[in-house]
């Protein structure tokens, strides 16, 4: 399996940015997205995650209202548009998935990991 992210880099604090991560290597139809994000020095957060059997969602607190997330079942795509982008959003933003399919923004719950994209958001 493996993960490839993009769409990552720099903008504004009030801009947007949309990620993108493709999957690639499996054949599941039940499994589950998610976006995690580390700033340096800090620990592992979860943002979002998104079912692709029933496009169930979940968001953290700290993006819910500006971030959104959304996928391409048939593209193995997940999308996160990230809008009113503020200097703490920046981070190595990181694709994951869970094969399991579980709607969880616990970050042992997943099972591959694509390689981060970084964003950074300048005040």
């Known amino acids: 399996v493996q993960l490839v992210e993009s769409g990552g880099g720099l903008v504004q604090a009030g801009g947007s940015l949309r990620l993108s991560c493709t999957a690639s290597?499996?054949?599941?139809?039940?499994?589950?997205f998610g976006w995690f994000r580390q700033a340096p020095g800090k620990e592992r957060e979860a943002i979002s995650c998104i079912s692709m059997s029933d496009l169930t969602t979940s968001y953290s607190d700290s993006v819910k209202g500006r971030f959104t997330i959304s996928s391409d079942n048939a593209k193995h795509t997940v999308y996160l548009q990230m809008n009113s982008l503020k200097p703490e959003d920046t981070a190595v933003y990181y694709c994951?998935?869970?094969?399991?399919?579980?709607?969880?923004?616990?970050?042992?719950?997943?099972?591959?990991w694509g390689q981060g994209t970084q964003v950074t958001v300048s005040s």
């Open positions: 994951a998935v869970d094969l399991r399919g579980h709607i969880s923004l616990l970050w042992y719950e997943y099972d591959y």
């Open positions: 290597g499996f054949t599941y139809d039940d499994y589950t």
